[in-house]
């Protein structure tokens, strides 16, 4: 050994100085200021860097751009700068010298500084991180599938890969920050069993992570969203993280959580409030359209008036600078805004005109829809429209793009396609999924449509292309085999061609697959019976069965989809005791941390099936709740906000008729009052033909009176007065007139009508009951109509319900037959 020191003196000074001068470079690296002084020492010392100096410079320049506010415009001085381009050919003449952190690391800095995906380097650096894919530990193999990610690459053999190295690892992974954005950059492409075994692991090391670490949180989210599975588990978890940092958290870390949730269905009251409130804040802090038009799309939808208003102004004064992307966005939230500044709905489509050729089909998609909802028209802009939709839908090929294209252009005035396109729709048909299907239906049936109000005629080629459909919907529902792939499906189809069509097949699908219902989705089945108002018994027994037998594993958040479509088809399963008792027991201890609009959903929904749990009730009935609630109101649309407003006044009225031992007061005499002011509605053409019967039957017009208003603001068709006789009585002759807007009173409702009625004398309530009062497959009523005969017998009435199938039945077809049914319904059997 001495003798080669002797020999070779020369080389190991070399060696020496190698190791000393590589220290020295990166401590004067380390030492820089600015990008300047890196790209010096490039420069002076390119013809001796190593791949540890070529590393730390990557790193150096990226910190520096991190804290650069103008991040983009920098980005591309730096990778224009000449001594970049000196570290692109170091790094490919040392990347095999270089560790796999060092690797990695260059890669993903790379991207960040926008060097194209096809660049030579950097497919010299993903080849090279594949042949030692194996040998990366967790850190190195998760930012790896994130620079992957960054390049779309989420079906590539090379993520299947890595899929595979975290499946076979994954009872040793316990770092949950490399796991979670690893499960993000797999999710695209594993099993549902590996997807369940991913949330159990992060399940398990949760309680590893400090409660500041809001980026897994949020990645743990974003993995939910992709794998499309909304466990509250772990989005409660999650979701305490965020409402921890929320003061910390920047516009585009809200936006994120505002948008995973949305996709989820995930409601955070609480969550949404200090969200609000934050960005609210915000509002004074930025002036650049970018920003602007982040904060108006997170903000919008949810602000007062006054911010509204203010939001409004702004983004008008910017739209002119805003990009494709960022308008599409702005519109997107004005739709849900539920916009009418007409100003500013006009600026934003004039711009999103400008825009057109650039837009993707499914945005073309989300433009034309939005338009339609804010009421916009232009003849300009929809030819335009039509005229873009129709050039993609020339080239397309995807079964899934054509039927977005086709959706979209019937939504446009003058939706007829050529006989080209109507063939190019046939060829695309065995291989269209439920949805494609229907929105194929959903052009045929506004053609159709269209025809009706235009043309006065209907053309074959429609019928012929809808009756194609209704084949390849029979047979797709017919060949499944998986209740959760139909169930992926179903969940998102709307309009009238499915439930006219397939909804008798989907049921029987469902009922053939039923053994497949489990915790895991079974609130997703039960919503969507919800959806169809279709009553099977077995569907529903099924689903209570799985609840009383798995009511563990359900969590509180999703009963209220179990309980509701036996509260809205009116349907008691044989177990009614059992199932409705688990649900109300599971419920109890999640009473205060449910979402206020919720909890008022679950009390409706229950008072419908005559359950009326004290805990919730008092739970809902007080100042504090009542206050929550009124400042969630707020953040909601108005159509919304109204829907959860009648609902509470349905649950006080329920709640005063059935259960006055609660002594619950009722408050809504103000709310009923400004919406029966409202009520413009008038009789159809059955309730005029009963009334006019009526009127002879009993004697006169003044024997009946019609839009009859109640104690607790029941609207009744009809209402008379038989005397102990089962004489009609007139009205005007005694003191039993209601007035329009009667006042509430706080002692027994029965005692309320009845008092008024000379002695032995019996008000008659009268409903003609149309086809939605009855579920969609069988003459069974609904829960809806079921309470009310309840709740008018409790006011006094007796209630006669009169079907539409028996009033316009062949054996009810002439005047005689239907006067001879109201006699018999009135005065019983054989009274005149």
Known sequence: MLRLRAICPFSWRVFNFRLLSSESLISQMSKCTDEEQIFD????????????????????????????????????????????????NLTT??????????????LYITQQFGVEVHDPLVEALVTEAWRRLERFDINVLSKFSSCLANQHLYFSPLMGEIADIVNRNLETIQDLRSLSVLMVSISSLISQHFQEQLVNKTELLFDTIDSSQVNIARRIVQFLRNIKYTYYPLLERCNKVFLSNVNHLDLDSISKILSLYHSLQFH????????????????????????????????????????????????????????????????????????????????????????????????????????????????????????????????????????????????LPSPHLDEARISQIEAVLPQCDLNELNGFATYVLRCVQYDHMYLDNTTGKQLKLLQKLDHYGHQRLQKCNSLNLLWEELKSLKGDWFPDTLLEETVATLQRLMDEINYINVAGIASFISRTNYLSTSLLDRIASVVVQQIEKIHPFAILAVILPFSILNYDPPQKDEFFGTCI????????????????????????????????????????????????????????????????????????????????????????QQQYNKDTTSMNGAQQQIYQMLAEILGGINFVKASVLTPYYYTIDFECILDKRKKPLP?????????????????????????????????????????????????????????????????GYRVIQIPHFEWNSMARSTKDARMDYLREQIFGEGKS
């Not at 799309?297 to 949810?302: H, Q, S």
């Not at 005559?610 to 919730?616: H, K």
């Not at 003609?768 to 009855?774: G, I, P, T, V, Y």
Request: net charge positive; with cysteine; hydrophobic share 45%.
């Open 41 to 88: 020492l490039i420069e002076k010392n390119k013809a001796i860097l190593s791949e540890k100096q070529v590393g730390c410079a990557f790193s150096i320049l990226w910190q520096f751009q991190k804290q650069t506010v103008s991040l983009s415009k920098n980005v591309k001085g730096i990778r224009d700068h000449p001594q970049f381009l000196t570290l692109h």
């Open 93 to 106: 003449a040392k990347m095999e010298f270089m560790n796999d952190d060092t690797l990695v690391n260059v």
């Open 268 to 411: 955070s009251f609480e969550f949404i409030l200090m969200a609000k409130k934050r960005l609210t804040e915000m509002i004074p802090l930025f002036n650049h359209p970018a920003s602007f038009a982040k904060l108006f799309v997170a903000l919008g939808p949810m602000a007062g008036p006054e911010e509204k208003k203010q939001l409004k102004s702004m983004i008008l004064l910017m739209s002119e600078e805003l990009t494709s992307q960022q308008v599409l966005a702005v519109m997107g939230a004005m739709e849900e805004m539920e916009s009418r500044n007409s100003c500013l709905i006009k600026k934003i489509a004039s711009i999103l005109h400008k825009h057109l050729d650039n837009y993707k089909p499914i945005e073309l998609l989300k433009i034309t829809q939005a338009l339609i909802f804010l009421r916009f028209q232009s003849k300009e802009l929809f030819a335009k429209l039509r005229e873009v939709l129709l050039s993609y839908l020339k080239v397309s090929v995807m079964p899934t793009e054509i039927s977005i294209l086709v959706c979209a252009l019937s939504m």
């Open 585 to 672: 027991q599971h419920l109890n201890s999640y009473l205060s941390i449910l979402d206020p609009l919720m909890l008022v959903f679950l009390g409706f929904s229950l008072a419908t099936l005559e359950y009326f749990p004290e805990d919730l009730q008092k739970a809902i009935f007080n100042i504090k709740f009542l206050a929550k609630l009124d400042s969630q109101l707020e953040l909601l649309r108005s159509s919304l906000n109204l829907r959860i407003q009648f609902r509470l006044m349905e649950l006080n009225r329920a709640v005063c008729l059935e259960c006055p031992e609660y002594q619950i007061p009722w408050f809504h005499d103000r709310f009923c």
């Open 731 to 795: 009205y005007g002759s005694h003191n039993i007139t209601l007035e329009k807007l009667p006042k509430m009173y706080s002692e027994s409702n029965t005692q309320i009508t009845g008092s008024r009625l000379p002695p032995g004398a019996e008000k008659i309530a009268l409903e003609f009951l149309d086809s939605r009062a009855f579920c969609r497959n069988i003459p069974h009523l609904k829960g809806k109509s079921a309470m009310k005969k309840r709740h008018l017998e409790i006011l």
